[in-house]
């Protein structure tokens, strides 16, 4: 255990003593269910700077489940704690866990998710009848493919949620992300490097707008400066025993 008695004391303080916490993840929050991360040791890009083969996940997607860290931020929310969560993963393991959509923002999309790109309406892959082996993943650089679904809305062009480098970033959620880092007064940075922009930029605005910052990541993160607390330690470990810290303080 990489962290204190104290560490775990001093978090669980000001989250208690919060009135509006919000959540932003990254990679790190996943790994324990067995997806890599970007800049860990084993992480994609740190094997590709290596010229080594980024690990493949342990399962198929959709059979990838949710870990203590997902599930432990649901209990922050169910105990009227957490108000909203921004995440930079596509993996929906946070809405496999019982977060509502209503408190989350998912910066960098979804894999289960299209969307139009005339009248940006979302719809489930099963909804309107995706498949990837017939139409491919429907990344917006990718030509469509004859016969593929259109939006029932309004006929427009289905892509995926999914955003890769080079795409716009949506709208809806980097102005209600905005928002929200401006409006809480704690902010828990799970298991992000804070490397990608501009999805980085939430907890300096968060930190600027006065709010707290908590940071929990194993390795180094490109912001250390702004942390009020610096956990080091994998998100499943701490989170859960930040819960069960709570419950008894509260």
Known sequence: MSFT?????????????S?????????????????????GPEGVWTLK?????????????????????????????????LKYLISQNVDNL????????????????????????????????????WDDLLFGKGYRTEQPVPNQPVCPKCSGRIISSVVNFGDPMPEREMQESLKQAQKCDVMLVIGSSLSVSPANQFPLIAKRHGAKIVIINLGETQMEEIADVRIYSSAGEFLSKLVDKIKKMK
């Open 5 to 17: 008695l104290e560490d775990l004391e001093k978090v669980a303080e000001l989250i208690i003593n």
């Open 49 to 81: 700077a290596k010229g080594l083969k980024p690990k493949l996940p342990a399962k198929p997607m959709d059979q990838i489940e949710p870990n203590p860290g997902h599930y432990a931020l649901v209990e922050l929310y169910r105990m009227g704690l």
């Open 94 to 129: 946070h809405l496999k866990s019982g977060i509502p959509p209503s408190i989350l923002s998912e910066l960098h999309g979804n894999y289960t998710l299209m969307k139009c790109i005339n009248c940006d309406a979302r719809f489930s892959k099963k909804e309107i009848g």
């Open 19 to 39: 009135s509006y916490l919000v959540a932003f993840t990254g990679a790190g929050i996943s790994t324990e269910s067995g997806l890599p991360d970007y800049r």
